[in-house]
């Protein structure tokens, strides 16, 4: 079941006029939340995040947070999984084609939900296959857009040849993913590159770097040069979807000593600690 524009329908019953302006020219902003138990991870941190995202674009927020909070709940009762991740969506509505905003129009709002699966356990031992590539993207990688060509292009380039992700160099620094933040591992440092205009501001990321700040683990937010990123002990991947995974080839060579390493599995169990913990307590998660 999904939820678009007001009501509940099977997603095979939904249709979107074609001069939705998502449609005609990308016009809106996404979020993507994981739900564990049938219950949202960190949902204040996505919906501030989409409001960032709203703000970039001039799109004024359809809902309130506490209103959002309650479709994203009926949602979650409305399909089968416990754990799910809700795919959200606004455009800036349905309009006579015109690059100018339209005045006076509703935006669209969409929000579905697919079950969300743990990583192959193989993933997790062996570690995932990466390659590189020039980041090509525009200047505004902070806005959650719907106009992901790039990125999709990008993407495609690594599953061209059997790999899983394509990690963006931009003017010999490191940004991101093609679909997820990269951190850089140099013996027990934890490298993670700055919040800008040139990455995704992950909610991963910002889990992965309070765990290091509360456990001791010593860490470093700086700008990371390309070559750090191919002399790296380890490299490891976050996203909402996959939580932490580890990279061990990178470009055809393998990564460190090719395989997951000790930052990974002490970050992968903290990880998986705090998301029991956040899940059982509750307070953390609800608006
Ligand atoms: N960067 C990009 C380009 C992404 O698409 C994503 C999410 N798929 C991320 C980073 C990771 O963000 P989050 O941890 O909030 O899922």
Redesign the pocket.
């Known amino acids: 079941m999904i939820y678009l524009n007001g009501a509940f329908m099977p997603i095979e019953e939904a249709r979107i006029p074609v001069l939705d302006r998502g449609f005609i020219f990308g016009d809106g902003v996404y979020e ?1 939340i994981p739900v564990y138990s049938r219950r949202p991870f960190r949902l204040p941190e996505h919906l501030l995040r989409l409001q960032h995202s709203l703000d970039g674009i001039r799109l004024r927020n359809p809902h309130t947070d506490s209103e959002w909070g309650g479709l994203l709940e009926q949602i979650i009762a409305r399909n089968h999984s416990d754990d799910q991740y809700l795919y959200l969506h606004v455009t800036r509505g349905v309009a006579r084609r015109d690059h100018a905003f339209p005045k006076g129009v509703s935006p669209t709002v969409f929000i579905m939900s697919n079950p969300l699966l743990p990583p192959p356990a193989e993933l997790l031992t062996t570690g995932a296959t990466a390659i590189t590539a020039e980041d090509n993207r525009w200047l505004r990688c902070d806005i959650k857009g719907i106009s992901l060509l790039p ?1 999709v292009l990008l993407r495609q380039m690594a599953i061209d040849v059997g790999a899983m992700e394509t990690v963006l160099l931009r003017s010999g620094f490191m940004t ?6 990269i951190f850089v591992v140099k013996k027990d440092l934890l490298l993670a590159p700055p919040k800008n205009h040139l ?2 501001p ?4 910002d889990v992965v770097l309070e765990l290091a700040k509360e456990h001791g683990i010593t860490h470093e937010v700086r700008a990371i040069a390309e070559h750090e990123v191919r002399t790296a002990d380890e490299l490891l991947l ?3 979807t996959k939580e932490i995974m580890p990279i061990t080839r990178l470009d055809g060579r393998q990564v460190g000593d090719g395989r997951p390493g000790i930052m990974f599995s002490r970050l992968y169990r903290l990880y998986q600690e705090y998301k029991d913990k956040v899940m059982r307590g509750g307070a953390i998660n609800t608006l």
């Open positions: 993507v990125n991101e993913g093609a679909a997820s933040n990455m995704l992950g909610i991963t990321y976050t996203s909402s």
